[in-house]
T-cell receptor, first 114, second 115 residues
Framework: GQQVMQIPQYQHVQEGEDFTTYCNSSTTLSNIQWYKQRPGGHPVFLIQLVKSGEVKKQKRLTFQFGEAKKNSSLHITATQTTDVGTYFCAGRNAGGTSYGKLTFGQGTILTVHP | DGGITQSPKYLFRKEGQNVTLSCEQNLNHDAMYWYRQDPGQGLRLIYYSQIVNDFQKGDIAEGYSVSREKKESFPLTVTSAQKNPTAFYLC??????????????FGPGTRLTVL
């Protein structure tokens, strides 16, 4: 079945440093989504990428979708303590028959030291 | 105030007992999902439903059951057959349908502890 691998599992940074998490799928994706889960909270949708090679920005966050639509990355510039949490990618198989069924990566837990 | 709710937030049960987790949404979404979250393993799909009166098994359905009798409700029963039920359970919904978005909106979760 489809697998989505996410690395690293943990990342500790000093406030102001950059952070990147990577997501790789075993199959071609129709789209990829990113979610953020604050400690003790629930995942919240950040963004969706659909097109091959797509790049989207949200303030200090930059999201990329690979040319082959099998990998993606989230980069945070100059981290702040408010960035703390777990970041998940979630992909939908391009060949899938179950609309809406996403496969989540394991998540990257980000801690930011002030 | 639109949203998705789960109750209770914390739930304790004795081993061997069935327990039902509630999930309600008033977003008028067709699709609903149940995930289990364990440390270091991300979100794993238990069951999902794309429309009322229909549901499919996810990746880890053994020991769980669901029903979808109403559009707004998708309760999950954790049965005694589930070997390791202690976990954080998240319910989600999405617009669904052929032209809908599969962006998922999550409830606050229920933390189940089996003693």
């Amino acid at each position: 079945g489809q697998q989505v691998m996410q690395i690293p599992q943990y990342q500790h940074v000093q406030e102001g440093e950059d952070f990147t998490t990577y997501c790789n799928s075993s199959t071609t994706l129709s789209n990829i989504q990113w979610y953020k889960q604050r400690p003790g909270g629930h995942p919240v949708f950040l963004i969706q990428l659909v097109k091959s090679g797509e790049v989207k920005k949200q303030k200090r966050l930059t999201f990329q979708f690979g040319e082959a639509k099998k990998n993606s990355s989230l980069h945070i510039t100059a981290t702040q303590t408010t960035d703390v949490g777990t970041y998940f990618c979630a992909g939908r198989n391009a060949g899938g028959t179950s609309y809406g069924k996403l496969t989540f990566g394991q998540g990257t837990i980000l801690t930011v030291h002030p | 105030d639109g949203g998705i709710t789960q109750s209770p937030k914390y739930l304790f049960r004795k081993e061997g007992q069935n327990v039902t987790l509630s999930c309600e949404q008033n977003l008028n979404h067709d699709a609903m999902y149940w995930y289990r979250q364990d440390p270091g393993q991300g979100l794993r799909l238990i069951y999902y439903s794309q429309i009322v009166n229909d549901f499919q098994k996810g990746d880890i359905a053994e020991g769980y059951s669901v029903s979808r009798e109403k559009k707004e409700s998708f309760p999950l029963t954790v049965t005694s057959a589930q070997k390791n039920p202690t976990a954080f359970y998240l319910c989600a919904s999405s617009i669904g349908g052929l032209a809908g978005s599969d962006t998922q909106y999550f409830g606050p979760g229920t933390r189940l502890t089996v003693l």
